[in-house]
């Protein structure tokens, strides 16, 4: 599959609408984890509509999404990044290609595990520790966020433990 052919296997399997995107960068300004990603959503649109096959599917982001949507919900022409982002993951299984680093992937699963839910901040500094180079820029963001408001450093807690912890152990006797 070359670069036209990639950019149109990602419309299929995305939405039509991508092509739409006028790089505003709302989707990045409201992801979750773009301070941990090397190239912010809106940058792998970029790439998808250039027909950038191999920097997009080398992409950490990809496996940095942690499915929340804003970026979906806030896109000013109704395009689905998220949706995107599945089409990358899709065609990385499909070509064998995996996450270069599942850390991110491993703590997100025992914060899951351990609280039912996620913590922006310890989510963050567990993978500043494993990732000293991400560890700066992952900093400065988290001070700006906790500023603002924008996270808390009280994840809260969630209803149901029983029934998360009763998934975990069908998933790991599978
Ligand atoms: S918010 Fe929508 S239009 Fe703006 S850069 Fe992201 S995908 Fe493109
Ligand atoms: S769905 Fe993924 S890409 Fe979109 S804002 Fe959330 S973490 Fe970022």
Sequence with gaps: MGGEGFTEEVIRLAGEEIRTCIQCGTCSSSCSTAHLMDNSIRKLIRLV??????????SDSIWLCTSCLLCTVRCPRGIRPKAVVSALRQICEREGIRSKDASFERIFMDQIRSSGRISE???SAAYALRNPDAAVPIMEMGIELLSRGKVSLDPGSV???DEIQRIFREFENE
């Design 49 to 58: 509509l250039e027909g950038r096959k191999r920097e997009a599917l080398a």
């Design 121 to 123: 901040v310890l989510l």
């Design 159 to 161: 209803s149901g433990m």
